[in-house]
């Protein structure tokens, strides 16, 4: 059983920046694929970023450029950088861990995850 808790949200002014954490624990977090996803008001929620057990990346068109997403295996934590955040970044964030340790797919797809944290609200003013 894995869990995930997020913190470093808040409210900042267009093109500042947020890092988000993401605390795993339990048996192969480190070893997971693990993202980021977030969710509007009234929208579904999206995949922003994941990186996958190897350490391989991918982003939502929208953030490239903008996000990046790292992991430190020794603290079982993962991060998420947010640079240059625009209005349209507003919405509260999660953090997933995928399915089981060790390789599986690992895409911006909820399907890819197993285990949901509470999340946490980035809120982006104009």
């Known amino acids: 059983q894995v869990r995930v808790v997020e913190s470093g949200g808040g409210s900042v002014q267009a093109g500042g920046s947020l890092r988000l954490s993401c605390a795993a624990s339990?048996?192969?977090?480190?070893?997971?694929?693990m993202g980021w996803f977030r969710q509007a008001p009234g929208e579904e929620r999206e995949g922003v970023a994941v990186?996958?057990?190897?350490?391989?990346?991918f982003y939502a068109d929208s953030v490239q450029g903008r996000f990046t997403i790292s992991k430190d295996n020794d603290k079982n934590t993962l991060y998420l950088q947010m640079n240059s955040l625009k209005p349209e970044d507003t919405a509260m964030y999660y953090c997933?861990?995928?399915?089981?340790?060790?390789?599986?797919?690992?895409?911006?797809?909820?399907?890819?995850?197993?285990?949901w944290g509470q999340g946490t609200q980035v809120t982006v003013s104009s």
């Open positions: 990186i996958t057990s190897d350490g391989i990346t």
């Open positions: 339990g048996y192969g977090a480190s070893a997971r694929c």
């Open positions: 997933a861990a995928g399915l089981r340790a060790g390789w599986q797919p690992c895409r911006l797809r909820r399907l890819d995850f197993g285990t």
